[in-house]
């Protein structure tokens, strides 16, 4: 199935990932996937290799989500279809809540990685975490995710 997207390069249309805020996805080791809304990100390199840069904040589920379930995660920038799902992301954890579903968001399986990306994004990124560091902020924490895969809607694509 095609979900209207196309695979494009890591740095393509890297104004519209700069400008927007994005929903990141992560998973537990039993397959159960959260979702949060994410402002502190940056495609960057890290030894030459093309990464996302997600600032997190230790108290986030996401956050032990990335320390101790999957070691991936994907990077989705909403739609106007999708954009709702910001509210829901930022505001809820997922520790007592399953955001995906409150907010109707509709996953598809990652090509390279276990977890999934938003369907009806603009644009999509599958990473796995080769780094983490202290970041710049004593309450957050800086993952390194190697980007496998990017993909953009044929609706942004020119
Ligand atoms: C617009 C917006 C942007 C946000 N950006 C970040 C961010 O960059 N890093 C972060 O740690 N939290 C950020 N947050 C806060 C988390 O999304 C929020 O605390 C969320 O409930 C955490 O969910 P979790 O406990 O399921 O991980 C943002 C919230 C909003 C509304």
Known sequence: MSYNRKEIGPYEYIEQFNGNTALMVTMD???????????????????????????????????TLLIEGMNDFTINIPSEKTYHAIDIAGFYSGRNTDKLNKAGLITIPGK?????????????????????????????HYFY?????????NDIIK
């Open 29 to 63: 080791k039993k397959g159960n996937c959260n979702v949060m809304a994410l402002d502190w990100k940056k495609i960057t390199e890290f030894k030459g290799i093309p990464v996302i840069r997600a600032q997190v904040a230790y108290s986030r589920y996401t956050y």
């Open 145 to 153: 995710g190697k980007i496998l895969t990017a993909y953009a809607s």
């Open 112 to 140: 390279n990685i276990k977890v999934p990306t938003i369907k009806d994004c603009i644009l999509s990124y599958e990473c796995r975490i080769i780094h983490s560091s202290e970041s710049n902020m004593t309450s957050h």
